[in-house]
């Protein structure tokens, strides 16, 4: 997984680049009506429920378009939220606080919106030992945000990018001519590059999880659509050798089922693809 260093350099990216595509040369709507000097005050407001995300990015998006921007917090990430509820206070000067509006309501509402579906899951698996994870199906540009929105619903994280996890799915094994030689080339690489990155090897049936075992060496085998029977099949074939997450359409009505069959993790895209934004908005006040 890549460091604190590394993913907080993405959320400065982030807001750099949000800020850029947002503000350009300058908020003419802003800067055409109030004075330099007027100072202001607003809240964030809830007008939905669920689990509140992106207090602390919204704190970074103030700082960054103005330092002296105070922010008074009355709600914390994670917590659950109603229509009605106040999460923070801001104040400062108003051509600021209107220049940072829009990145941080963007963000905060699909933050939460993540968040809440994460938290969703998590408490579907309650009793079971099998974890959350999403996946790499997020917005484009804004993946540190809503892989921290999954962690902040409860969820844990699969590989951030292409480089900090070795994952051979289906295309790279039938390219490599086959499991095993995918996995033996793998190996080969990393010795080569000097590289300390752990492997997930895809499986779709039974026989493939018995490839990738005799080919030893593998952190976590990814069950891709497997029903529940060839699942329970698979953990007990599996045993200790290496971790299991299950994947492949899995919702609502079948996620316990999938944990009930013993994997250790079940990944989702849908935490991040398929969600609908929180209602929130940031009123003078």
């Known amino acids: ?12 990216i982030i807001i750099a680049n949000a800020i850029r595509e947002d503000v350009g040369d300058g908020d003419h709507s802003s800067l055409a009506c ?16 669920g689990v509140i995300a992106g ?20 709600i914390q990430d994670g917590a659950q939220v109603k229509h009605g509820d106040v999460v923070f206070h801001v104040e400062g000067s108003s051509q600021s606080i209107l220049k940072a509006e ?28 099998t974890k959350i994870l999403d996946t790499r199906k997020t917005t484009p540009g804004f993946r540190a945000c809503e892989k921290w929105a999954v962690k902040i619903g409860g969820g844990e994280n699969h590989r ?28 080969d690489y990393l010795k ?5 990155l752990k492997i997930i090897v895809e499986a779709r049936n039974l026989d493939e999880v018995q490839q990738i075992l005799s080919a030893g060496g593998v ?18 074939l599996i045993g ?18 999938y944990a009930e069959c013993g994997v250790n993790y079940i990944s989702s895209g849908a935490l991040t693809h398929s969600i609908y934004n929180m209602d929130l908005s940031l009123k003078a006040i």
């Open 219 to 236: 952190f976590r085998i990814l069950l891709d659509n497997f029903d529940f029977e060839t699942t329970k099949k698979a953990v007990e």
């Open 240 to 257: 200790n050798q290496c971790l299991t997450e299950s994947s492949g359409n899995i919702n609502e009505a079948t996620i316990r089922k």
């Open 160 to 187: 951030f990018a292409l480089y900090d996890m070795i994952m051979l799915k289906d295309n790279h094994n039938d390219f490599s001519g086959g499991i095993s030689q995918a996995i033996q080339k793998t190996k």
């Open 55 to 74: 207090v602390d990015f919204a704190k970074q998006v103030f700082n960054y378009v103005d330092s002296g921007l105070e922010i008074e917090t009355f």
């Open 34 to 49: 109030i004075p330099t000097d007027a100072k202001g005050k607003a809240k964030l407001l809830v007008k939905d429920e």
């Open 1 to 12: 997984m890549i460091s604190e260093a590394q993913f907080q350099n993405e959320l400065n």
């Open 102 to 129: 829009r990145l941080v309501l963007n963000s905060m509402q699909r933050m939460s919106a993540i968040a809440t579906k994460t938290n969703s899951y998590v408490k579907l698996l309650e009793g079971t030992s």
């Open 192 to 196: 080569q590059t000097n590289r300390d």
